[in-house]
């Protein structure tokens, strides 16, 4: 399968996938949070074991790295392009008239893999949701997002994802923003504690 031949037949194009006032407020908040969750994985401490410092570390750099990847796709539009890529080897290898089917199978498993990954991190945390708690939850919301933008993109929920001045779009887009909102705070409530040396691991305190 030719990429030449998918973008000349389809139009596809690298170009700006959400050129909104709002996509753009998106991508520079997770351009932001990025970079706190990175500086907070670099900056991260752990004065009891050399491991905690490792696994704080590989923590936050992921969340960054996963940052990092949606900042990359909300302006290039990559998820159309596999989109495109999909519908072409249906074409080629003759299952395109099942590929509802096969969409319907892609977007539950693309949702129990999120599930199951979120399930290990969770366990995982067991007592650091002082210290990642904002960082989970604000994944979650995320990626809630992303599900919802995997079974649109394949017609499983809407036939087509909602227009860029609908109010779908404008909610979807506030639930996503939020999650990055709160997944920088994590970060920046990290570095600020860091920096004071009030707690080990970036502990803060809920109440």
């Given amino acids: 399968m030719n990429t030449d ?3 000349s037949n389809e139009q596809w194009r690298p170009r700006i996938g959400d050129p909104t006032v709002i996509g753009w407020i998106i991508t520079i908040a997770y351009f932001f949070a990025f970079i706190l969750c990175l500086w907070a994985g670099i900056s991260a401490k752990n004065n009891e074991k050399p491991k905690g410092v ?3 570390r590989g923590l936050l750099i992921g969340v960054a790295v996963l940052l990092l990847l949606f900042v990359i796709n909300k302006q290039l539009d990559l998820q159309t392009l596999l ?4 519908r072409q080897l249906a074409k080629a290898q003759g299952w395109y008239n099942i590929r509802r089917s096969s969409q319907l199978i892609f977007v539950v498993l693309f949702t129990v893999i999120v599930l199951l990954s979120l399930a290990i991190w969770a366990r995982w945390m067991k007592r650091r949701w002082r210290q990642y708690g904002l ?3 604000g994944t979650v919301i995320i990626l809630l997002f992303v599900i919802i933008r995997a079974a649109s993109v394949e017609h499983v929920f809407f036939r087509h994802y909602p227009g860029h001045n609908s109010g779908i779009y404008i909610v979807v887009s506030l639930v ?3 999650g990055i909102l709160i997944v920088g705070m994590g970060s920046a409530l990290c570095l ?3 920096k004071a040396g009030k707690y080990r691991n970036c502990k803060f305190d809920w109440e």
């Avoid at 989109?83 to 999909?86: F, S, V």
Wanted: charged content about 15%; aromatic content about 6%.
């Fill in 5 to 7: 031949t998918i973008i």
């Fill in 54 to 56: 490792h696994e704080s």
């Fill in 83 to 86: 989109t495109i890529m999909g």
């Fill in 135 to 137: 960082h989970f939850g």
């Fill in 176 to 178: 996503e923003l939020v």
């Fill in 192 to 194: 600020h504690r860091t």
